[in-house]
């Protein structure tokens, strides 16, 4: 999903060159429980306040600035969805059930890309519109995203929300997207291309690792339409207009959000399958210095530079 671009490291912050010492945080999501169980209509964003964002870890932090922003906007979400809310609590307490997963994938991804380094990641819970970000410090997972199961009521989600809701064990392939962002050396573009292909290559290296992406419904919907997609990507891909195409899901109407990430994952998959040195090919894909040199090294290269 949408990833904030990773700033200068403090030099404070030291990361994990080991997939072990990687520490998976889930304190926020049991003080979000403690603070529904508080809370009542009148007093919520007050007691959300006290015990779930003034309790919380430094990746609650960085999530409170970049995606929550204040009690009362969490309040007022909680309020807007209460069926979804009250129903999901044990869907988001079934999360550390994919620890041993998610420690195979980083495992498996430091086989693939040696010099990684490994932040911690935190789990939270959030206004439901983030399944995972970046930050300076960590990973930044939205619990709230993954909670589709029999017992959670999606009556009251819009279209795009009930499109991207996934189930506790797809929570590892976030994680694995949310890393290949924080391990790009190119920051975020306002140019489609570059953007559709920096989101593209966290989907193609997920799936390099765990055989999914966090967009599967966006590619079975993308594949049978290829040709005509990438003939209207043609006409935007060096501007700066990303609608129809990246982060758009709540006024997208006629085709599912963000194909820009099918977009880009296709480009980075047909770079891959031509490089002679897969391993080489893999590192330029993950840490992306050089987006142009990618999207030219494929069978896409003159439809793009039109």
Do not use: C
Request: aromatic share 10%.
């Amino acid at each position: 999903m949408r990833s904030i671009p990773l700033l200068v490291l403090i030099s404070s912050l030291v990361f994990a060159g080991d997939p072990a010492k990687v520490r998976l945080v889930t304190s926020d999501i049991e003080n979000f429980w403690r603070a529904y169980d508080l809370a009542t209509p009148e007093n919520r964003a007050e007691v959300f306040q006290r015990e779930y964002l003034d309790k919380g870890s430094p990746g609650l932090q960085d999530f409170l600035r970049l995606r929550i922003k204040s009690a009362d906007d969490l309040a007022k979400e909680i309020a807007h969805l209460p069926k979804f809310y009250r129903t999901m609590r044990s869907a988001t307490l079934r999360l550390a059930s994919q620890t041993d997963t998610i420690r195979s994938y980083l495992r498996r991804f430091q086989e693939l890309y040696p010099e990684a380094v490994f932040p911690d990641v935190y789990f939270l819970v959030g206004i439901a519109d983030t399944g995972g970000i970046t930050s300076e410090r960590g990973l930044l997972i939205g619990a709230e995203m993954h909670t589709r199961a029999p017992e959670t009521d999606e009556s009251e989600l819009d279209q795009w929300l009930k499109s991207v809701l996934k189930p506790v064990d797809e929570v590892p392939v976030i994680v694995i997207h949310e890393l290949v962002h924080f391990e790009q050396k190119s920051h975020s573009s306002k140019v489609l291309l570059d953007q559709s292909l920096r989101e593209g290559a966290a989907d193609f290296v997920s799936r390099v690792v765990t055989g999914r992406t966090i967009n599967e419904h966006v590619r079975k919907w993308a594949e049978p339409r290829r040709d005509q997609l990438f003939q209207e990507f043609e006409q935007k891909a060096h501007g700066q207009d990303f609608k129809g195409w990246l982060y758009d899901g709540a006024s997208i109407k006629d085709r599912p959000a963000d194909l820009g990430y099918w977009i880009g994952s296709e480009i980075a998959s047909d770079y891959y399958d031509r490089a002679t040195d897969k391993t080489a090919a893999l590192r330029e894909i993950i840490e992306l210095r050089d987006p142009a040199k990618i999207w030219r090294g494929t069978r896409y290269a003159a439809l793009l530079e039109r």
